[in-house]
């Protein structure tokens, strides 16, 4: 199963990267490195092209990523998800109707186990698991949850890609340009 048929979420970090991924197939697509006073734009131009854009709230130079940097994002940007490492910003995108896509960093075992009691109280619609190169990690929290999964970090192949998939996630989330 993949997402919206989309195997790969282009992850963009430059307006340019954006602007060439407004003529792709790709109906969704990842902003990570913005700036706050750009992200509105940004959510117009790409609804103009009939995409969708998840953006990653942490990563919002001018914003503080709390549960008020979330609201107004869902509230005045309006992308079509928010992406957050954060339990109350998560919290906060699904009270408000946003998707939400809770970023685990997945170190070892101790950040296994602490993810899973964040997840149990979030709830969000996606995981986003890291490093997205552990198959067996990706099937598991996906078993454990309940909730679909997305890999992402450290991807470099199409092999990785598939492998990724392969293990159970629905996509894989990547800024390199070589796999969009």
Known sequence: MTFHNQTVLPAVRKWKD?????????????????????????????????????????????LKADEYAAE???QEIKPAGII???SNVIATAKKKGVTAIQRLF??????????????????????EVLPGLM??????????????????GLIRTKEEVELAITAGAMAVTTSDKELW
Request: with cysteine; charged share 20%; glycine share 4%.
């Open 72 to 74: 107004f994002i869902c």
């Open 18 to 62: 954006l602007e060439k991924l407004l003529d792709s197939s790709y109906t969704y697509i990842v902003i990570l490195d913005s700036h706050i006073a750009q992200l509105k734009d940004m959510v117009r131009l790409a609804g103009r092209a009939n995409k969708k854009l998840f953006v990653h709230a942490d990563l919002i130079s001018g």
């Open 135 to 152: 198959p067996n990690i990706i099937q598991e929290v996906h078993e454990k949850t309940g909730i679909p999964v997305f890999a992402g």
């Open 84 to 86: 957050s490492t954060r």
């Open 106 to 127: 997945l170190l070892d075992s101790i950040a296994l186990e602490t993810s899973y009691k964040i997840i149990s109280k979030t709830q969000p619609d996606y995981v």
